[in-house]
């Protein structure tokens, strides 16, 4: 793991960041993006390996071409991508959902995620090496009721990566997918636009997975031999059991 060069989406908080962290402790040197630039600088005080920081949305298909393909020369040969930003916005039927909150989820968890693949691709295919590891969830696996359309985007990441995984096995390049159920993030505080008790409500009694294990998982992805690919990953707390079905402690 000692000095190659990992990037992560979406750094900025949780999933991400936990992730930056660990394998900044096992000697990697990491490019750090998202858009909160101050949490990336924060993040990158901490960690114990150098580290290059871009801050750009990924739906903002220019701004994600211009950043990773002009990456400073030290930085551009980048040997693991963690699609992982992401978010789900809103909780609600199709009939009353915000068109608003569709746009953020499936331009940012999908077209987003297919940019900034697109945009490192090059440099991979002329390596002839590479690992792509997309953040799909237990939401791209099943559809729960108020979901639909977070549901949809994580599907089509699901879909992405196996198409990707095609067209990139001739390259030598690595492609798969870890699918979370819940994580205690600030993912439920963005969902539901801020509100910190409901968000919590969804956590309660389910002792969720923390950022660290679903970081040190994908550690565990990146580590196996070459020639082992970790391609489909579903990762869920004990006492969840799919999507919609949990046993909570009362
Ligand atoms: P989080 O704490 O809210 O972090 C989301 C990250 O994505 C932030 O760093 C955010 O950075 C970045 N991001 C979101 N939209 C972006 C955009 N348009 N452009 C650039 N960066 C963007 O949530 P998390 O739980 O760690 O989620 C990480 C991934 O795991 C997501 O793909 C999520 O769908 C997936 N996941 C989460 C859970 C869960 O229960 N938490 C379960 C399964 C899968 P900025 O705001 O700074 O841009």
């Known amino acids: ?13 949780g999933i991400g960041w936990a992730t930056a962290e ?17 949490k990336l600088e924060l993040l990158a005080s901490k960690l114990k390996t150098k580290s290059l920081l871009l801050t750009y949305d990924v739906r903002d298909r220019r701004a994600v ?17 963690i699609n992982n930003a992401g978010n789900a916005h809103g909780f609600d039927p ?6 608003e909150d569709w746009d953020a989820m ?7 995620l297919m940019y900034v693949t697109k945009a ?11 690992h792509i590891i997309n953040l799909g969830s237990i939401a791209g696996k099943e559809v729960y009721p108020n979901g639909s359309v ?7 990441v699901d879909a992405f990566t196996q198409g990707l995984r095609l067209d990139l096995n001739k390259d030598g390049i690595k492609v798969g997918a870890i699918h979370p159920g819940l994580v205690k993030t600030e993912f439920s505080k963005v969902r539901f636009k801020g509100d910190g008790d409901r968000a919590n409500k969804v956590y309660a009694g389910i002792e969720a997975l923390s950022a660290q294990d679903v970081a040190n998982v994908i550690l565990y992805m990146v580590q196996v031999p070459s020639c082992v690919n970790v391609a489909d990953l579903v990762l869920l707390p004990t006492r969840q059991a799919n999507a919609y079905v949990s046993n909570r402690k009362s």
């Open 1 to 13: 793991m000692k000095d190659k060069i990992i990037v992560v989406t979406g750094a900025s908080s």
């Open 22 to 38: 660990v394998f900044s402790q096992h000697g990697a040197k990491l490019i750090l993006c998202g858009r909160r630039k101050e």
């Open 65 to 81: 071409f211009e950043a990773l393909e002009n990456l400073p020369k030290e930085w551009e040969n980048v040997d693991v991508l």
């Open 94 to 99: 199709v009939q009353t959902a915000s068109l």
């Open 106 to 112: 499936i331009d940012g968890n999908v077209k987003g």
């Open 120 to 130: 490192l691709l090059p440099q991979m295919i002329k390596a002839k090496k590479g």
């Open 150 to 156: 977070y549901c949809s985007s994580k599907f089509a």
